[in-house]
């Protein structure tokens, strides 16, 4: 079993619905962090949590420490949201060593 | 300011070849980490540099290394290029790592042949 999971894997949306991306992670960690990367491959680091929600714009990002589970929400859906988002994980006592899921590619539709 | 910088942007070369990719950080930031990215095993660690120093290090074989110079500035060598060695090699820095954010440069896509 991956240390870092995620779901779904594929996701297809409508401009302006309401996404959720899961992550959720096996091991213990000091910090979690979503990521975007855009085809062409250039990744964007997203939010760093270690506890409780964060929001940046349309981003909200949540993570249950106890649940060891994290979620991504993407408020008004825009086609320019279409990426890969990624989930990374830095597990405990390994000092900086991502582990990381394995993707959820998001369409948006116009 | 600045991004962080990676070249080349593209790299051809021949299995038993030896190659070396440059990172340079964002003016400021001392931790310079390495990944790989491959469709089949997604995005790996590679290992993490600050101030010089190795810090941590990834599952990946001797033929890959790295060094930091005293400007921050990276580079990773890989020897006796394999063809599973094509990839996206992407870095990233950060003030120090791992409690401050990170930036990714846009990647050197190696296509071994």
């Known amino acids: 079993k991956n240390e870092v999971e995620q779901s779904p894997q594929n996701l297809t949306a409508q401009e302006g619905e309401f996404i959720t991306i899961n992550c959720s992670y096996s091991?213990?960690?000091?910090?979690l962090h979503w990521l975007q990367q855009h085809p062409g491959g250039g990744i964007v680091s997203l939010f760093m949590?270690?506890?409780g929600k964060k929001k940046h714009g349309r981003l909200i990002a949540t993570i249950n420490i106890q649940e060891k589970h994290s979620s991504l929400h993407i408020t008004a859906s825009h086609p320019r949201d279409s990426a890969v988002y990624i989930c990374?994980?830095?597990?405990?006592?390994?000092?900086?060593?991502?582990?990381f899921g394995p993707g959820t590619r998001l369409s948006v539709l116009p | 300011k600045a991004g962080v910088t990676q070249t080349p942007r593209y790299l051809i070369k021949t299995r038993g070849q030896q190659v070396t990719l440059s990172c340079s950080p964002i003016?400021?930031?001392?931790?310079v980490s390495w990944y790989q990215q491959t469709p089949g095993q997604g995005l790996q660690f590679l290992f993490e540099?600050?101030?010089?120093?190795?810090?941590n290090k990834g599952n990946f074989p001797g033929r890959f290394s790295g060094r930091q110079f005293s400007n921050s500035r990276s580079e990773m060598n890989v020897s006796t290029l394999e063809l599973g060695d094509s990839a996206l090699y992407l870095c990233?820095?950060?003030?120090?790592?791992?409690?401050?954010?990170?930036?990714f440069g846009s990647g050197t896509r190696l296509t071994v042949v």
């Open positions: 990233a820095s950060s003030l120090n790592a791992p409690n401050y954010g990170y930036t």
């Open positions: 091991v213990g960690i000091s910090a």
């Open positions: 949590l270690s506890s």
């Open positions: 990374a994980v830095l597990r405990d006592n390994y000092g900086q060593n991502f582990v």
């Open positions: 003016s400021g930031h001392r931790s």
């Open positions: 540099y600050f101030s010089e120093t190795q810090r």
